[in-house]
DNA sequence: CACCCGAATGTTTTCGACAACATTGGGTGG
DNA sequence: CCACCCAATGTTGTCGAAAACATTCGGGTG
């Protein structure tokens, strides 16, 4: 049958409130570099040689600046130094759907990365319903000096937009790649999506579906690449591409909209929101996962191991990658060696969405 | 039985790629009021003044300035701007758990709020690893010199930190208060969680069980709170109080790990994914959902609709509190009213993982 | 003993925007 | 006919840090 799952529109409405103010002490000035001279009894630049870390001073004048500097409590003023030297430790990140698992962790490896190389991120969240978004954040990013751009959610546009755009400094479009590697000997490797395909072929399928994600984000493609060629490798046969947009909802409908369902025993969906609305949809047809068919999904978001049945899926550090991404990025900016990232090859994990096609079928 | 949802540790490892570099055109320098000025034969300082939009500026000279302007690309450096007026265009906001739906969703809504008013949001998200993690974010931020400050996560630690630190600029912790306003008139309205607690109510229910979310968390105690003097009020019965942190784990511990359920018909998580986890716990008891026990989440994420069953929720709009929190701090930055700002009310939506008490029982 | 050198420290300038103050040039009232 | 006023525009100083340049002082050398 096809009960739709209820109209995310319902009922009762209620109302309610959000907020407090706080107002706890506040902070007079902020001592400068000349206050510590002062209170020092030396000149501002010697203050500011000592904190440059400059080796030509004398020791009884060094343990006075060192001295007035934790008296005062100083703290240099950032922006100053900006002006001055013409770069600041803030980097931007351009990125969609942060409240997304996946992006959202990406979000947070950046932010630590970054803040650990001392920077900050400026988030610019990209709103999907304004097609003039990644303008106008453009627009902001060329006026906030930033030491750098990163481009988080690697879709054309976003791509293109960067490959047009002449930034006053370096930028990065941080792409993955699901296990395709270009380099063609570790095509046919067990990694990533092929690990998940040879899980498969092992249960016995033959016959399979992908649920896609939008063509236009560069990850949805390699996803499908891999998928496709682990395919053709495994001699298996891939009965159609559905496309979603990477949402629950999108799984279902891709699945529900069919007239009448491909023959495949299992689906392998782009990610594991869109596996969570197709698996609700085979079940609405009256299909038991995984006796009838199985359903795997990507990312491991921390939910696929309490579904009905709890999801197969192939697990990406999404931290690592966002980390990875800063690295790269911040290599560019200070022209050194890009930093040897890590980012752990995508892990297959089997849970019980996925098992043995039966011979009875 | 109680298989337990295998382990999230499994199987196959794979090598993965991530990114690819671009090296687009960089733009050389950029143009400051000075270059503007002598491209218009004017001085600085006039184009200075048609950039505030001052009133008098004979036609021809503001024509020179505006041709000048944009022939060069002129764009402000906000820095010296800072620098200068004392005052930044950044806010700084510290959160907890980005790639949280909730947490995510704040956070758009506040960055594109931040956006509106011309200013970017620096994120800093806290490592919920790393106990120091506020002491140090808090470092950075005093450095940074930022407009103000927004704790966007408040947990007691975010909100004792935020009253004990002197910041020298504004701050707001933003906290939820979930349909329990402190207004005493509404206690009972039906709104919010005792919307919930009604519709449990009207289904027949009389007793129900609520998983918290971790007691450090304000929205947690609010949403506890809400739930017992709504049930209080309906003349219900409160069986028990479980805890989790929010996860979907979680919630399917805290009830995989009873010796033995509490006689209730009904399940109250603090939020949806809590409630994933309850739900997949409560069928490997053998209990039907919504036949046996009813289960209903808070916050109608986007699977929500599309687990199995289909969850029944309250929907919080994210974004307009992530709105409402910059708006808030805007006031307090630039001493305004706070523009009233319009969270709406949480919105109960019914699905199918409620229903009434079966009389059989 | 004059002179040179370099270590240690001080003074000035610069970054870009902007504000306070200064100057120019018409027009007008006395 | 000139002092005065005001509109329009120019000049200088400020913000904090840091680089460029300058000065001081002690010691060694011819």
Redesign the interface.
Known sequence: MSTS??????????????????A?????K?ATIYDVAQAAGVSHQTVSRFLKGFEGIRPETREKVEQALDELGY??????R??KSGR???IGALTHE????????I??GA??AA?EAGY??????L?ARNPRAIE??LA?I????LAGVLALASTDEM?HA???????VP?????????V?DDPR?KL????L??VV??LAELGHRRVVHIAGPHTWSASRNRMRAFESAVEAQGMHSEAILHGDW???S??EAIAGLAELPGATAYVAAND?MA??A??AL?ERGLRIPEDVSVVGID?I???????P?LTT?R?D?EA?GR??VH?LLA?IEQSEPRP?T?P????????SSGPVLQAG
Chains 1, 2 share one sequence.
């Open positions: 799952p209820v109209s995310p529109d319902a009922e009762t409405a209620t109302a309610g409130a959000v907020d407090s103010t706080t706890p002490p506040r902070a007079p902020a703290r240099p003023n950032l922006t100053a900006s002006l600041s430790h803030r942060i409240s997304q698992v996946g992006p959202g962790r979000v947070e932010s630590a803040r900050v991120l400026d988030i610019i969240a709103d106008e954040s902001i060329t006026q906030h000096d791509t960067f490959e047009t755009t002449a930034f006053r930028a990065y479009v941080a792409a993955e790649s699901d296990g590697p570790t490797s067990s990694v990533g092929p690990a040879a899980h949402s629950a909802r799984g279902y929101q969570i609305g698996m609700l079940k491991d921390p939910e696929a191991a309490y579904l009905d709890p192939l990406n999404f990658q990875a991404a790269q560019l990232v980012v090859p995508p892990l297959l994990v089997v849970r019980r």
